[in-house]
Nanobody, 127 residues
Framework: QVQLVESGGGLVQAGGSLRLSCAAS????????MGWYRQGTGKEREFVAA????????FYADAVKGRFTISRDNDKNTMYLQMNSLLPEDSAVYYC????????????????????WGQGTLVTVSS
């Protein structure tokens, strides 16, 4: 089972940018499709973005389209989330998760069934 560690969170003003990283270990990273998720205070965890194992396909929640970019470097066993034009409503704990079966529908919709999650990194956007 792959182990995941997120980093890169912090405090940023509205309109600013952050880049989150998700470092993987313990298994062959390139065989996993990956996703980013977030959970705001008092809210359900929600899908943010997903990327196929080869990075050939990417998917985004409507709320972040055009502002966030998901990418991965299989040589570095790391996935990224570049977040631009941040809004206060983007404040949340951001988590990464991995799916060894590459099912995008699972990553985008049924992600609560995923087994491999990181511990999360906090993003706070001030107005």
């Amino acid at each position: 089972q792959v182990q995941l560690v997120e980093s890169g969170g912090g405090l940023v003003q509205a309109g600013g940018s952050l880049r989150l990283s998700c470092a993987a270990s313990g298994d062959t990273f390139s065989k996993y499709a990956m996703g980013w998720y977030r959970q705001g205070t008092g809210k359900e965890r929600e899908f943010v973005a997903a990327i196929s194992w080869s990075a050939g396909s990417t998917f985004y929640a409507d709320a972040v389209k055009g502002r966030f970019t998901i990418s991965r470097d299989n040589d570095k066993n790391t996935m990224y989330l570049q977040m631009n034009s941040l809004l206060p409503e983007d404040s949340a704990v951001y988590y990464c998760a991995a799916d060894p079966h590459g099912h995008i529908r699972v990553l985008t919709t049924y992600f609560k069934a995923l087994d491999a999650w990181g511990q999360g990194t906090l993003v706070t956007v001030s107005s």
